[in-house]
Nanobody, 114 residues
């Protein structure tokens, strides 16, 4: 199983970025997907989750400026991030989970300059 996250980079504050996570290597039917991030010196935090059925839930840091979506046919999940701030600088991780199985991507670095 491989989760490949992409889309990170260096951007200026106020701009947008779209992260993608593509999963491969098994049947992912029924899996729920999520995006997390970890800033230097901080714990990993939940940004957004989306269920197999498409119901989205946002953590405190993801509410308002971030939007999660998924393409179950393509086994991809995306995170649209708008109005980025320097405090959004972190490594962003995707996660795919179902009962008994928990997969994490390798992380993609997002750096927001002021």
């Amino acid at each position: 199983v491989q989760l490949q996250a992409s889309g990170g980079g260096l951007v200026q504050a106020g701009t947008s970025l779209r992260l993608s996570c593509a999963a491969s290597g098994r049947n992912f039917m029924g899996f729920h997907m999520g995006w997390y991030r970890q800033a230097p010196g901080k714990e990993r935090e939940l940004l957004a989750q989306i269920s197999w059925g498409g119901n989205a839930h946002y953590g405190d840091s993801g509410e308002g400026r971030f939007t999660v979506s998924r393409d179950s046919a393509e086994n991809t999940v995306t995170l649209q991030m708008n109005s980025l701030k320097p405090e959004d600088t972190a490594v962003y991780y995707c996660r795919w989970v179902v009962a008994g199985y928990d997969y994490w991507g390798q992380g993609t670095l997002v750096t927001v300059s002021s």
